[in-house]
């Protein structure tokens, strides 16, 4: 068994003009350490980061790393992809026996980057895609969307819900910059920048670090009274090109069925309490509580129209305002959600603290154009 | 707790404009110099069909993915039918387009596969799933083996 014995984060903000990058993970990480009670230049064995070079704006990130989390001249590497890929990894290398104790960072510096669709588009193909049209790359994520809505047989209405929701439950969360209490009205309202996709259903920005620190079994319990222990974890990729993608989040079906065999969830309707899901855009949402198979592929729309997913429901969906609520934290997506996941289980969520939480999951995308994600479900 | 004291006041933050000049060349590889050269010089469109499981892709590349098999060229129409489509407004830098661009997935008759790419000579409110469109292409003189060789496709 893992445990997470320490969460630290910085932000989250729409900027954070008075720290670089490195003083936001510092900040995280200090704070992480602190939460575990640990020095890192003694006990950590290990350090994992999650980052994307063209996120940061230079090459080679995990040249600039180690300094600012107590790291320099110790094991270090980065991960390309999300925060919850940097838990799996920092699971493998403790069950592995290589380490007793690793911490893994995810950060978003987003409001650095002045050409953020630029950056998507050079993340798209360079001979097949990227040079169609002058569109803002958002446009890939609406056509997704009119093909779910179009498959489930959803409304404009339905999926307007997810934004109401995540808003709405941010309102509770003092790092959520993005929170408001809007109505179906005013996210129907929003003009449709991407046909069918609203201006309101797209996550903005954000800055912000996260920082765990994971230790074995063993070493959990002297550190700490409460491990919050993960249970299982899954990452999958389904294909490079749209062309052979299911444009129904297969990669979040996969990575989480791979996570809750690991975990030993076989009804993850009856067995999850609550699950932060990545919504950067609002129809992500309902595609991801499908594939967590957290509801039926035609019930999410009813569900989610009935209040099943709200703070007070039976399964809630993203207390912590998610995306939406929270903003696009780029790598730092499924710190984010992690992050909830812990704070929820140890009873640390202030007023949006969910009575009588056991597992919960939290699930990312590697935003777009990709088609790969992980989840992690953590438990007490 | 030792923390970082904050800067409060902004006029004192410093920032630096960082832009770096970059530049590529992307080959298309086999499979894509095989497509371009038969759409610039012939107007031809091509798929490739692997030779155990007989998938058809589009775009054409020379190996089948679900079992890394080789493939072989096939020609196809260039036709095909809209599966989804968007009305996009913002460009790159989220400023507003002059004009609306609608975006759509094509499925590409003969082939598995689809390809994304604008809509013309059609207004957003009369594109319907399922509406066969054909490609209009720029003049020969004016190809240059790109994907952008392909303005747009039309209803048929």
Request: glycine fraction near 8%; aromatic fraction near 10%; charged fraction near 25%.
């Amino acid at each position: 068994m893992v445990a997470v014995v320490g969460v630290g984060y910085s932000g989250f903000d729409a900027n954070t003009p008075d720290l670089s990058w490195k003083e936001i993970m510092y900040e995280a990480a200090l704070r992480a350490y602190t939460d575990a009670g640990i020095n890192p230049r003694r006990d950590v064995d290990s350090f994992v980061t999650c980052a994307e070079d063209i996120y940061e704006g230079f090459a080679i990130f995990d040249e600039f790393v180690p300094d600012q989390l107590g790291a320099v001249v110790k094991p270090t590497c980065t991960v390309c992809a999300d925060f919850l890929y940097g838990i799996a990894t920092a699971y493998m290398q403790i069950r592995s026996g290589l380490a007793d104790i690793v911490a893994v960072e995810a950060h978003s510096k987003a409001s650095d980057i002045q050409t953020f669709g630029n950056v998507v588009k050079f993340a798209m193909d360079p001979i097949w895609l990227r040079n169609v049209g002058n569109a803002h790359p958002y446009y890939l994520a609406a056509l997704e969307m009119f093909q779910y809505m179009g498959e489930r047989c959803l409304s404009e209405e339905d999926v307007a819900r997810v934004v109401v929701k995540n808003k709405n439950n941010a309102l509770l969360n003092a790092s959520a910059p993005y929170a408001a209490n809007v109505t179906l009205d005013d996210v129907m309202a929003s003009p449709k920048l991407f046909d069918p996709m609203k201006k309101m259903e797209i996550a903005p920005l954000a800055d912000g670090c996260v920082v765990f620190v994971l230790a074995s079994e063993e070493v959990a319990k002297e550190l700490t009274d409460t491990p919050v222990w993960v249970k299982g974890v899954g990452w999958w990729s389904e294909t490079y090109g749209y062309d052979t993608a299911s444009f129904s989040a297969m990669y979040a079906y996969k990575a989480a069925k791979m996570a809750y065999k690991m975990a030993g969830i076989t009804n993850p309707v009856k067995e999850v309490d609550f699950a932060e899901v990545d919504d950067r855009f609002a129809f992500k949402e309902m595609q991801h509580i499908e594939a967590l198979q957290l509801a039926g592929k035609f019930e999410v729309a009813r569900l989610m129209a009935e209040g099943y997913f709200d703070r007070d429901g039976a399964l809630p969906v993203n207390v912590s305002g998610g995306n939406l609520g929270v903003g696009n934290l780029l790598e730092a997506t499924g710190g984010q959600k992690a992050l909830e996941v812990v704070l929820q289980l140890r009873g640390e969520a202030g007023k949006r603290q969910l009575s009588d939480v056991k597992v919960g999951v939290a699930q990312a995308w590697r935003y777009l154009p990709a088609n790969s994600g992980a989840v992690a479900v953590f438990g007490v | 707790m030792k923390m970082i004291e904050k800067i409060v006041n902004p006029k004192e933050l410093r920032h630096w404009d960082g832009k770096i000049e970059l530049y590529w060349i992307y080959t298309s590889g086999k499979a894509g110099d095989e497509f371009f050269k038969k759409l610039k010089d012939e107007e031809k469109f091509i798929a490739a069909k692997c030779k155990k499981c007989g998938k058809v892709y589009f775009p054409p590349r020379i190996y089948c993915e679900k079992d890394f098999g080789e493939t072989e060229f096939v020609e196809i129409s260039g036709e095909g039918c809209v599966r989804a489509f968007t009305v996009a407004r913002l460009d790159a830098y989220e400023k507003p387009l002059e004009k609306p661009e609608i975006y759509a997935v094509i499925d590409m008759d003969g082939t598995d596969g689809c390809l994304i790419h604008l809509l013309g000579e059609v207004e957003p409110e009369n594109v319907e799933v399922g509406m066969k469109v054909k490609p209009v292409l720029k003049p020969k003189e004016q190809r240059e083996g790109k994907i952008t060789d392909i303005l747009y496709f039309k209803p048929v």
